[in-house]
């Protein structure tokens, strides 16, 4: 029987081998030197996992990069299996003379991430139907209520959320990216995001979500796991 985790116990059982936790999934990448190497590596993460990779494993492959996800497709949840696996991976790869990592380095285009679009809305329920259509996109496996998240089931976009709102606020943007990253790229991405001409408007809910804005206002969230437990 798998047992489903907290956020900080998935959190502390997989750091230190290079994976990080992203909106209940565990993500990591490897870098390589080709698409062979990538296939390679991809083959290596399977077997890893044996009979359970189909389960629990997710992969996308580049010729540059692999990112590798776990997450327990029956429980929707990250489990005691799911760090097991990462464990079983990371030492696999490790066996090849590569390494699982987040990619937080000096120098290092950006680190692992997932992104989801918020839209602000009035009647939630008479919006979903319409952003389901559009978008091709189906119910989150386990939420599939008239104002519960939408995702593509592909996993090729992001996820889309509601916010609700009491009342329209027509003078700013009504839709928002969120930018899931590791809780230890946060900070040196805000610092990015501030550089570039970006404000604060709010840290009041930090570290779950800062809320940042671009110089004309349209807002964007920088979200971690933490903070969220409890």
């Known amino acids: ?72 497709s029956a429980d929707v949840a990250v489990t005691d299996r799911d760090i097991e696996l990462a464990h079983r991976i990371s030492t696999a790869v490790t066996g090849k003379g590569l390494r699982t990592e987040p990619d937080i380095g000096a120098g290092a285009p950006r680190s692992v991430q997932l992104l989801e679009i918020a839209i602000d809305a009035l009647d939630i329920a008479a919006i979903r139907p319409f952003w389901r259509a559009v978008l091709g996109y189906s119910d989150e496996p386990g939420a599939d209520g008239p104002r519960d998240p939408l995702v593509d089931h592909l996993g090729q976009g992001p996820a889309v959320w509601f916010q609700q709102m009491e009342r329209a606020r027509p003078q700013r943007n009504r839709m928002h990216v969120d930018v899931s990253v590791p809780h230890d790229e946060a900070p040196r991405r805000i610092e990015a995001a501030l550089a570039a001409g970006g404000r604060i408007v709010s840290a009041a809910r930090a570290p779950a979500f800062w809320v940042l804005a671009d110089p004309e206002g349209n807002e964007a969230c920088v979200s971690t796991w933490q903070g969220r437990d409890g």
Do not use: F, N, Y
């Open 1 to 72: 029987m798998e047992r489903a985790l907290t956020r900080q116990e998935a959190s502390d059982a997989v750091s230190d081998h290079g994976w990080r936790l992203l909106l209940g999934t565990l993500r990591t990448s490897v870098s390589v030197g080709s698409l062979a190497m990538a296939t390679e590596v991809a083959a290596t993460a399977v077997t890893a996992c044996g009979d359970r990779a189909d389960r629990h494993l997710h992969i996308d492959l580049r010729p540059r990069k692999v990112v590798l996800t776990l997450r327990s």
